[in-house]
């Protein structure tokens, strides 16, 4: 099965999300993200038999809830090669992040640079690139409560990813 650790991001921003999402129509030929989280650690494919291992060490994980923000709009790889469009997240999430590593670094050793963002979108092609990269600069700053991560099941199908809850961890 194919996992990942994310948090989400709460409905009224999510509401604000798809409005910005609005404002990349027609320079871009995007395929829109439909929920919107932050992936704190994507373990790939993982046997069905280290799933219990995996949500205990994840209930061991001692971390106080925290606000963290999001803004500033930027793309994946770079400006030259635009693969996809994402907002920043920001905050106490990277400590969050490196204690999920921490204890799940024998379990998933591949070497992955955090970078706290959410994805709007995944660019196909750039139709209007001035005008697409003008709207990098929309400002946008919302502070949301971090208080659980959850552990996530994702499948992909034709129609874009299907994700499942598996478990959710409170933070205190």
């Excluded at 027609?26 to 929920?35: N, P, R, T, V, Y």
């Excluded at 069905?48 to 106080?64: A, G, Q, S, T």
């Excluded at 070497?111 to 995944?122: A, Y």
Aim: with cysteine; proline share 2%.
């Amino acid at each position: 099965m194919r996992l990942f650790i994310a948090v989400e991001i709460p409905k009224k921003i999510s509401d604000k999300l798809r409005k910005l999402q609005s404002e990349f129509r027609g320079l871009a030929k995007i395929k829109f993200a439909d929920s919107f989280h932050c992936t704190l650690k994507f373990l790939g494919e993982v046997n069905e038999d280290v799933l219990e291992d995996i949500k205990n060490r994840l209930n061991n994980i001692n971390f106080k809830s925290f606000n963290s923000k999001i803004g500033n709009i930027d793309v994946f790889p770079n400006d030259k090669k635009i693969n996809v469009v994402w907002i920043g997240v920001n905050g106490k999430i990277l400590e969050l992040q490196k204690k999920i590593d921490e204890n799940l670094l024998d379990i998933s050793k591949e070497d992955q640079k955090f970078h706290g963002h959410v994805t709007l979108g995944r660019v196909k092609f750039v139709k209007d690139k001035k005008r697409f990269m003008e709207k990098l600069k929309i400002k946008f700053e919302d502070e949301f409560l971090v208080d659980n991560f959850k552990l996530i099941k994702s499948d992909l199908t034709k129609d874009g990813p299907r994700y499942t809850i598996i478990q959710e961890y409170k933070l205190s």
